[in-house]
T-cell receptor
Framework: DAKTTQPNSMESNEEEPVHLPCNHSTISGTDYIHWYRQLPSQGPEYVIH???SNVNNRMASLAIAEDRKSSTLILHRATLRDAAVYYC???????????FGKGTLLTVNP | SQTIHQWPATLVQPVGSPLSLECTVE??????LYWYRQAAGRGLQLLFY??????ISSEVPQNLSASRPQDRQFILSSKKLLLSDSGFYLCAWRRTSNQPQHFGDGTRLSIL
């Protein structure tokens, strides 16, 4: 399975933008880039996913590098409720699995 | 809309007892189904996944088994629980391999 690399932790201030990076240098042509987040004592929550083009939804934006070897999850205005572990995962095509790594623990300061 | 149900929310079991956790999905057909476990302070570990009735793939050899007796039902079982089986068990579904996974609320299992 192609792997991803994320910082262990990041900090942000409330109402400021947050850019969460993810490296995936061994990504294959059929791998989608998925982002999930997990709040304490809850199951992971889908955030966004994309293949090649940048994606926007009500929760966040996903910026994908032209060579697809890295991506960035953008939270436009962080709130205290955005404090969570964020997972960047590759999957799709013939690969039925999503392999969760350790993710990035995002702390949002008031 | 689709929903996923997982129960019970919490469970306390003695070592050596059997286990059965059930997960059902509503509002979709032929979903891919998944069982994960998360130990305290750790990441999610994929245990089993299923792409159809009776089709189970095991990711980690262990004391657990899974079954899919119906299209939208996924069951996690054990004949004799070990202390190391404690954790947060999560069921998830998705339509196809290119679609996002949607998780249930999880079962917190404590083994005494």
């Amino acid at each position: 399975d192609a792997k991803t690399t994320q910082p262990n932790s990041m900090e942000s201030n409330e109402e400021e933008p947050v850019h969460l990076p993810c490296n995936h240098s061994t990504i294959s042509g059929t791998d989608y880039i998925h982002w999930y987040r997990q709040l304490p004592s809850q199951g992971p929550e889908y955030v966004i996913h994309g293949l090649t083009s940048n994606v926007n939804n009500r929760m966040a934006s996903l910026a994908i590098a032209e060579d697809r070897k890295s991506s960035t999850l953008i939270l436009h205005r962080a709130t205290l409720r955005d404090a969570a572990v964020y997972y960047c995962i590759l999957g799709g095509g013939s690969n039925y699995k999503l392999t969760f790594g350790k993710g990035t623990l995002l702390t949002v300061n008031p | 809309s689709q929903t996923i149900h997982q129960w019970p929310a919490t469970l306390v079991q003695p070592v050596g007892s059997p286990l059965s956790l059930e997960c059902t999905v509503e509002g979709t057909s032929n979903p891919n189904l998944y069982w994960y476990r998360q130990a305290a302070g750790r990441g999610l570990q994929l245990l089993f996944y299923s792409v159809g009735i009776g089709q189970i793939s095991s990711e980690v050899p262990q004391n657990l088994s899974a079954s899919r007796p119906q299209d939208r039902q996924f069951i996690l079982s054990s004949k004799k629980l070990l202390l190391s089986d404690s954790g947060f068990y999560l069921c998830a579904w998705r339509r196809t391999s290119n679609q996002p996974q949607h998780f249930g609320d999880g079962t917190r299992l404590s083994i005494l």
